[in-house]
């Protein structure tokens, strides 16, 4: 069964729109960075997230040259799918994130290492998680 992108929880929408790297590909719901000047894909185990893209690289119906993101701030939180299904003992603890092959990133509860995300709440009916980027690897840029 396929995953389902991250999306911003309600209330906690802040965006903004900046340049798109060249070559970028990645698929809504993806943790991004910004670097040089524009946004592009994190690399695997990503130690600096700036947010989450709202929509799939390059199609940006204002502007394909741009990319609209939702920036991982101190209070923005993001539901997410997670390598298995969300139960209660996951409340209140950081995990990894990673990309499967589809291109969609999910939290890995087999990575409690090189944490990235903590987890507010989980919602056993869709199989999300409630999750912030921790404060160590959000990124502050424009």
């Given at each position: 069964?396929?995953?389902i992108?991250?999306v911003?929880a ?6 903004i ?10 698929k809504?719901?993806s ?5 040089a000047?524009?946004?592009?894909e994190c690399?695997a ?11 799939v690289?390059g199609?940006?119906p ?8 939702y ?7 993001f539901w997410?799918?997670?390598s298995?299904?969300p ?12 990309k499967d092959?589809?291109g969609i990133?999910?939290?890995d509860?087999t ?12 919602d ?19």
């Amino acid at each position: 069964m396929p995953r389902i992108p991250a999306v911003a929880a309600a209330g906690n929408r802040d965006n903004i729109q900046l340049p798109l790297a060249a070559g970028q590909t990645f698929k809504t719901g993806s943790f991004v960075v910004y670097t040089a000047g524009a946004i592009q894909e994190c690399g695997a185990d990503p130690a600096s997230i700036y947010g989450i893209s709202t929509g799939v690289a390059g199609m940006n119906p204002v502007d394909p040259a741009k990319c609209i993101v939702y920036k991982a701030f101190e209070g923005q939180k993001f539901w997410m799918q997670a390598s298995s299904d969300p139960a209660a003992a996951n409340r209140g603890v950081s995990y990894g994130v990673a990309k499967d092959a589809d291109g969609i990133w999910y939290v890995d509860f087999t990575d409690t290492v090189a944490t990235r995300v903590y987890v507010h709440d989980v919602d056993t009916d869709t199989k999300r998680v409630l999750v912030s980027v921790l404060e160590a690897n959000r990124q502050v840029a424009p």
